[in-house]
């Protein structure tokens, strides 16, 4: 049985978008695909083109790099949607001078406020090296306090490394 919320992450290009992509597709539910990518130069255009490509016509896609709370609440009861993803979300927040700490209270709530199953996926940027510079270390602690955040309100959580799932939280869906 698909759990009503889940959470993936991992390291860049470990393979957690195309896990969740599979999950999605295999809900047989309407499918929605929350983006929040911002295109800043032609390496990140490949990649968003990379996604795309992946996804079928069967997804319903909704371009939404800062505000996810009104794509959210008009999401109704057996659909499910895929935000793809909180590191790009947290990051255009950091870049906009947003208040991050008002911007992840949001997102939970309306994560909470959902009607449809959702998965959330992330990356986990905490394993590597202290940054050197101030911006890069205040948006790594950012983003591993939302992951925490996403994690407990997730159902299932799974970190997907080299492309295969680990499950850390729940049930494997």
């Not at 195309?18 to 695909?33: C, H, I, P």
């Not at 949607?81 to 911007?103: F, K, P, Q, R, Y």
């Amino acid at each position: 049985m698909l759990p009503r919320t889940t959470f993936a992450l991992g390291g860049a290009a470990s393979g957690k978008s195309e896990w969740a992509e599979a999950l999605v597709n295999s809900s047989g539910m309407s499918k929605t695909y929350l983006a929040t990518g911002r295109i800043w130069d032609d390496e990140v255009q490949e990649r968003v083109n990379k996604h795309q490509a992946r996804r079928d016509a069967g997804w319903r896609t909704v371009e939404c790099p800062l505000d996810l709370t009104e794509p959210l609440a008009k999401l109704p009861a057996g659909e499910i949607v895929l935000i793809d993803c909180a590191t790009m979300w947290l990051s255009n927040h950091l870049m906009e001078g947003s208040d991050l700490e008002a911007a992840q209270a949001q997102l939970l709530q309306a994560l909470r406020g959902c009607a449809a199953h959702w998965v959330v996926v992330s990356n986990e940027v905490g394993q590597g090296i202290v940054p050197e510079n101030a911006m890069a270390r205040q948006f790594r602690e950012a983003q591993g306090r939302l992951n925490i955040a996403l994690a407990a309100e997730a159902e299932t959580v799974v970190q997907v490394v080299v492309g295969l799932p680990q499950l850390l939280k729940g049930k494997m869906p």
